[in-house]
């Protein structure tokens, strides 16, 4: 299985047909590639570590983590003192989450195989019953793991800046959010690795959000 997102000319052609404004982003910005992890457990350990923390501070984490262990599964990690987890740099509670999810999923409480099998919602439902995963870290492993090619995270900051960058809104409400989502649906994850391009400033779009009154 590839280690980048795929995505091709149907997904592209499709995009640009419905939405003229994205389409001269993806014509700029071209094909991205976007690195996914393939392996489920390893996608849930990978994405509990990098919650709140700078992308320095997580590669030296997932870095350590990684060392620690070489082959990362369940059996693994469950097997291991929680103590060794957290030595690997991150916070008690991150190590807990990691160590928790590995024994439900020893246990059979979770069958993180059958993951492949469900929808989307039914995915999210499954890893978001776990501690230490909400909405959107599920929907993220459902991207850049499971490779699902509708999903669009109303709960990604970066996701909702590009949308406001694009079409030069000043806020972005839900209401506003799922209308763009059902425009490029079946392919809104495609839409949103260009989003997270514009966010970051790739095409010097501006941010139309109101500026926030600094306190005196």
């Given at each position: 299985?590839s280690n ?6 149907k997904?592209?052609q499709h995009?640009k047909?419905v939405?003229?404004?994205l389409g001269a982003i ?13 392996d ?6 990978n994405?509990?570590?990098?919650q709140?923390?700078?992308s320095?501070a997580?590669d030296t984490v997932?870095?350590?983590f990684?060392k620690r262990?070489?082959?990362?599964t369940p059996e693994?990690?469950h097997?291991?003192p929680i103590e060794?987890?957290q030595?690997?740099?991150m916070s ?5 989450y990691?160590?928790e999810?590995?024994a439900?999923?020893?246990a059979?409480?979770?069958d993180?195989?059958e993951l492949y099998?469900l929808?989307?919602?039914e995915?999210?439902?499954?890893l978001?019953s776990?501690?230490g ?7 993220m492993?459902?991207?850049?793991s499971l490779?699902?090619?509708?999903v669009m995270s109303?709960?990604d900051?970066?996701?909702?800046r590009g949308?406001?960058?694009l079409?030069?809104?000043?806020k972005i409400?839900?209401k506003l959010?799922?209308k763009y ?7 809104a994850?495609v ?19 109101p ?6």
């Amino acid at each position: 299985m590839s280690n980048i997102f795929i995505y091709g000319e149907k997904e592209i052609q499709h995009l640009k047909s419905v939405d003229s404004a994205l389409g001269a982003i993806i014509d700029e910005i071209g094909p991205i590639e976007r690195k996914v992890i393939p392996d489920l457990f390893t996608a849930l350990a990978n994405s509990i570590v990098g919650q709140q923390i700078s992308s320095k501070a997580f590669d030296t984490v997932w870095g350590r983590f990684t060392k620690r262990f070489p082959n990362i599964t369940p059996e693994a990690v469950h097997s291991s003192p929680i103590e060794e987890i957290q030595q690997c740099g991150m916070s008690m509670r991150k190590a807990s989450y990691i160590k928790e999810a590995a024994a439900t999923i020893v246990a059979g409480e979770l069958d993180i195989d059958e993951l492949y099998t469900l929808s989307d919602e039914e995915v999210v439902k499954k890893l978001s019953s776990l501690h230490g995963v909400g909405v959107w870290t599920a929907e993220m492993i459902l991207t850049f793991s499971l490779q699902r090619p509708n999903v669009m995270s109303w709960g990604d900051l970066a996701i909702i800046r590009g949308l406001r960058m694009l079409y030069r809104h000043r806020k972005i409400d839900k209401k506003l959010f799922q209308k763009y989502k059902r425009r490029y649906s079946p392919y809104a994850s495609v839409a949103s690795l260009y989003l997270w391009e514009i966010s970051k400033g790739t095409c010097n779009l501006k941010d139309y959000a109101p500026k926030q009154n600094k306190s005196k």
